[in-house]
């Protein structure tokens, strides 16, 4: 079994292997983020909430749980943290600086969902293609960024791949006979766990639980009206047992949900409703600069979603997403048909004899669990086209909609496949191999280019479109979460005298981080009067600030690439 686990898998081994290499080489190079710090800060707090010891005492305060910025973080689900606090803090242990650990165990989390994206497409295709489609995601230069900095959407990103996958694979073992109630219950545990987690980092993670459930019911249909028979009633899967294990299901990740989220301890259902309410409306006034114009969150166009999806993924992505889509059709009718046939009718060819892997009849019905996935980035882009929520940072609340985009773009490598199902010669056979890997740099190309020209800015990337990171500058956000802030300090510690002053605007506390002894770092609102003659100031170009803050004063030294200024600081003369 394990042997046959591991050649299945071998070509995913390799891709992880060598996505995790470079991520060692690294995790070093990035700085701090806007949200990070406090939200880390978040994280060390919540062990407070996790010790038995401070249940019992007289001034037990589930407050203190919340960290310093309990007001703003308290109703976001901890979740991540919870599970991440554990390796950091080993980390740490071992000599290394918290931001690094927590880019370390960031990373390692993305390299997971990586894995779950190939496990999840292995549903549909085969081997090769499911492997280009994890290639694909784990290349995007967008995705890469932020699978160090990002500790709240990329993990979102990935329980909700795993909570699909595992609901997915509960689904499956219920409806099989040979599976044992312990295999059944194993499975109905872990995707309950991806589940709650994934619920406790973002409210909208139930949507993969309830197309879980759909593809759960579909497999019941399928299980008891073709498996079993009136000579052989003992087929049927009973409706009591069925209901028992999505029971069984709902309940555990409701409990995985609350364990590790102390904020709803004290009133569960009440401060839940609340958070569903508050995070709903995502209430914001932060300005987004998009299209050359600066726009309120809450009043960006409608074109704003599918604008940064065209321009922020590689080329090849959406050409093969729409190859992907109609090849999914054209799989989904022909096997509809084939499903209409009797028993004793022989199946077609297909090109699964080419990839070893057999197609099952019920991944491609009307009701596929392909489909309903694709329906896991159908449901959030009309909501967010329709209902207009507040946006900003790009679009990284909602990255979790795009593993199903690339899994589609498996498809589209799945076609060409499908296209060389005939060959057989052995010259045929070569040629395939070496347009397969034609294919495969064509589709990764883009994107491995991109990480080299960017590090550490990949998240700020834009594609050719636009005329990449260069063209996109003062058009759309670029460092909007202000990472330029460790390269720009290390430059200051260079050349700035001591002792110096370092006015910042905007977010000083990640600045300071960097600061090297005898710099003092210090906002610049509030203090513009105490700003003299030779203080230096960095600014960032997020909404181009940096053409409104000491406009005058000479730059010393800048921070970007493709042409594209991140910060800057100045010298106030």
């Excluded at 978040?42 to 910025?69: C, I, R, T, V």
């Excluded at 065209?310 to 022909?334: A, C, Y």
């Excluded at 004793?344 to 060819?349: A, D, H, M, T, V």
């Excluded at 490598?413 to 060389?420: G, K, R």
Aim: hydrophobic share 45%.
């Amino acid at each position: 079994m394990t042997r046959q686990f591991l050649q299945k898998n071998v070509l995913i081994f390799i891709l992880l292997l060598a996505l995790l290499l470079f991520g060692l080489a690294t995790f070093r190079d990035y700085g701090l983020s806007w949200d990070e710090p406090l939200f880390y800060d978040y994280g060390e707090s919540l062990g407070y909430a996790y010790n038995p010891a401070n249940w019992f005492s007289p001034d037990f305060d589930l407050s203190k749980s919340y960290g310093s910025s309990g007001d703003d973080h308290k109703n976001r689900g901890p979740a991540y943290l919870v599970l991440a606090r554990t390796p950091v803090g080993w980390l740490e242990s071992r000599g290394m600086d918290s931001a690094s650990a927590w880019h370390l165990v960031n990373f390692l989390t993305f390299l997971l969902g990586v894995y779950f994206v190939h496990r999840l497409s292995l549903r549909w295709m085969g081997e090769w293609a499911s492997f280009g489609a994890a290639a694909l995601f784990s290349t995007q230069p967008l995705l890469w960024g932020h699978a160090f900095i990002n500790p709240k959407d990329m993990p979102f990103l990935v329980f909700f791949t795993g909570a699909l996958l595992f609901g997915f694979e509960m689904a499956d073992a219920i409806s099989d006979e040979t599976k044992n109630v312990k295999r059944k219950l194993g499975s109905v545990a872990l995707a309950a766990f991806f589940l709650g987690i994934a619920t406790s980092i973002r409210i909208l993670a139930p949507l993969a639980g309830i197309l879980a459930g759909i593809y759960a019911v579909t497999q019941y249909v399928i299980r008891n009206t073709q498996h079993a028979t009136r000579d052989n009633p003992s087929n049927r899967l009973h409706l009591r047992t069925f209901i028992l294990h999505l029971s069984a299901f709902i309940l555990l990740t409701l409990l995985f949900m609350l364990a590790s989220w102390p904020y709803l301890w004290e009133s569960p259902l009440n401060r839940f409703i609340e958070v569903f309410a508050f995070m709903s409306e995502n209430p914001t006034g932060l300005q987004i600069l998009f299209n050359g114009e600066v726009y309120r969150a809450y009043e960006l166009p409608r074109r704003y979603l599918p604008v940064l999806l065209t321009i922020t993924l590689t080329e090849p992505v959406w050409p093969l997403f729409l190859l992907g889509v109609g090849f999914s059709i054209w799989r989904t009718l022909k096997f509809s048909i084939i499903s209409a046939l009797p028993e004793s009718s022989p199946l077609p060819q297909n090109s699964d004899e080419f990839i070893h892997r057999p197609l099952k009849k019920e991944h491609w019905s009307q009701f596929s669990d392909y489909w309903l996935t694709l329906l896991a980035f159908i449901i959030p882009f009309v909501y967010v086209i329709l209902r207009q929520p507040p946006m900003y940072d790009g679009f990284r609340h909602f990255l979790f909609i795009l593993p199903p985009v690339f899994i589609t773009c498996g498809m589209g490598v799945e076609a060409f496949f499908t296209y060389w199902e005939s060959f057989k010669s052995e010259a045929e056979i070569s040629k395939l191999f070496l347009w397969l890997r034609l294919i495969f740099f064509v589709i990764i190309a883009p994107g491995l280019a991109n990480l080299a020209t960017l590090h550490p800015y990949e998240y700020a990337y834009y594609n050719s479109s636009v005329g990449g990171t260069g063209g996109a500058f003062r058009v759309y956000e670029t460092d909007y979460w202000l990472t330029c802030y460790k390269e720009a300090v290390e430059q200051l510690n260079g050349y700035a005298p001591r002792p110096a002053n370092l006015y910042v605007h905007r977010e000083a506390y990640i600045a300071a981080n960097y600061a090297a002894e005898g710099i003092a770092v210090r906002e610049t609102r509030g203090n513009l009067n105490a700003i003299v003659s030779g203080d230096y100031v960095l600014v960032n170009s997020r909404t181009n600030e940096d053409r409104k803050t000491f406009h005058d004063a000479p730059v010393i030294s800048e921070v970007g690439r493709e042409g594209a200024t991140f910060c800057i600081v100045r010298q106030v003369p």
